[in-house]
C-alpha cells in the first residue's frame, strides 16, 4: 500500500539541540515538500526537492536543514538555530512539481522542552 | 503578504444543508487551484483541484466553482454530512511554480 511514513508522531528534545525528523515514501514521485502548521496560520512552506542531490528553500527555511540522498527519503533537520521549533510537522510528495496534487503523511508534533 | 487567503476561521451547517467555503486569492499567475480536509493530528487528504481555463469542477458531493476576474473559488459540499466536519484548506499553485501555497484554513462542523 503505497503512501508517506514519516516517524516518529511526537517528538520531544530539549532546547538548544537539533532533531531530525523522517519521511520517507513508496509513491515513486519526484518531489518532495516539507511543511510546518500553526494554529491559525495554514501550512507553511520550508523546503521542497524536485529530484534527488536537489532542494530548495521555502518561505521560511531559517534554522532548518534537508537532505535528499534518495529518491525515497527526504529527512527535516530543526536545528537549534529555529527560535520556535514547536509545531507540527508535515512532509508532502508529488509526481512532480507544478500543478500537481501532493500526498501528505500523517505528521510529527515537535515539542521543544 | 498571504497571497492565498480564507477570510472565514470557522462555518457551522446543519446534516444535510449546503457547506460553501471561501478562498480569495492575489496573484495572478495562479492557474491551478486545489481543496483538502484536514482532521486534527493527521495529514491533509486531497479532495479535488480545478485548472483556470475551467469555472467549475465537480466529484460526487464536492464542487469547486472558481471566478477567475473575481480572484475567487468556493469549495460547495452537498448534503453536508457530520463526517464532513474537518478543517478545510485551498491551496493554489501554477505550472511555472514548484510549489503551492495554502490558505490559513477553514474549520467545518456539520451538525446531526
Known amino acids: 500500500d503505497g503512501g508517506i511514513t514519516q516517524s516518529p508522531k511526537y517528538l520531544f528534545r530539549k532546547e538548544g539541540q537539533n532533531v531530525t525528523l523522517s519521511c520517507e515514501q513508496n509513491?515513486?514521485?519526484?518531489?518532495m515538500y516539507w511543511y510546518r502548521q500553526d494554529p491559525g496560520q495554514g501550512l507553511r512552506l520550508i523546503y521542497y526537492s524536485q529530484i534527488v542531490n536537489d532542494f530548495q528553500k521555502g518561505d521560511i527555511a531559517e534554522g532548518y536543514s534537508v537532505s535528499r540522498e534518495k529518491k525515497e527519503s527526504f529527512p527535516l533537520t530543526v536545528t537549534s538555530a529555529q527560535k520556535n521549533p514547536t509545531a507540527f510537522y508535515l512532509c508532502?510528495?508529488?509526481?512532480?512539481?507544478?500543478?500537481?496534487?501532493?500526498?501528505f503523511g500523517d505528521g510529527t508534533r515537535l515539542s521543544i522542552l | 503578504d498571504q497571497q492565498v487567503k480564507q477570510n472565514s476561521p470557522s462555518l457551522s451547517v446543519q446534516e444535510g444543508r449546503i457547506s460553501i467555503l471561501n478562498c480569495d486569492y492575489t496573484n495572478s499567475m495562479f492557474d491551478y487551484f486545489l481543496w483538502y480536509k484536514k482532521y486534527p493530528a493527521e495529514g491533509p487528504t486531497f479532495l479535488i483541484s480545478?485548472?483556470?481555463?475551467?469555472d467549475k469542477n465537480e466529484d460526487g458531493r464536492f464542487t469547486v466553482f472558481l471566478n477567475k476576474s473575481a480572484k475567487h473559488l468556493s469549495l460547495h459540499i452537498v448534503p453536508s454530512q457530520p463526517g464532513d466536519s474537518a478543517v478545510y484548506f485551498c491551496?493554489?499553485?501554477?505550472?511555472?511554480?514548484?510549489?503551492?501555497?495554502f490558505g490559513q484554513g477553514t474549520i467545518l462542523t456539520v451538525h446531526p
Open positions: 509513491l515513486n514521485h519526484d518531489a
Open positions: 491551496a493554489a499553485g501554477g505550472t511555472s511554480y514548484g510549489k503551492l501555497t
Open positions: 480545478i485548472s483556470s481555463i475551467k
Open positions: 508532502a510528495s508529488s509526481i512532480a512539481q507544478g500543478p500537481q496534487p501532493q500526498h
